[in-house]
Nanobody, 129 residues
């Protein structure tokens, strides 16, 4: 089992920044990819970004590319999501997730929420206009 706890959400004005953190505990050695997803009311869960735990390759949704940066601290078993130039449409609950088994490689695989094995509870991000 892997436990995930997100933090860092809040209310920010458009154009502002937030940094989300996701701390993992438990069987963290089984982590292959960590991802961030978001879900706004009435919408489906949406891929935001992912990072390969070994090697650090990163993957982003087009909607956040150039504004968000995902990074990791292997020693702390923590993944971060730096969010800059926030827009009202970024408002959502942000969840981190762990993928332990690589069913395939690359963006198309890491962007599928159904492939992830463990999920955090989420943290609310609200961007006011």
């Amino acid at each position: 089992q892997v436990q995930l706890v997100e933090s860092g959400g809040g209310l920010v004005q458009a154009g502002g920044s937030l940094r989300l953190s996701c701390a993992a505990s438990g069987r963290t050695f089984s982590t292959f990819v960590m991802g961030w997803f978001r879900q706004a009311p009435g919408n489906e869960r949406e891929f935001v970004a992912a990072i390969r735990w070994s090697g650090g390759s990163t993957y982003y949704a087009d909607s956040v590319k150039g504004r968000f940066t995902i990074s990791r601290d292997n020693a702390k078993n923590t993944v971060y999501l730096q969010m800059n130039s926030l827009k009202p449409e970024d408002t959502a609950v942000y969840c981190c997730a762990v993928l332990t088994v690589a069913r395939c490689l690359g963006y198309g695989c890491y962007a599928r929420p159904s492939d992830y094995d463990y999920w955090g509870q989420g943290t609310q991000v609200t961007v006011s206009s």
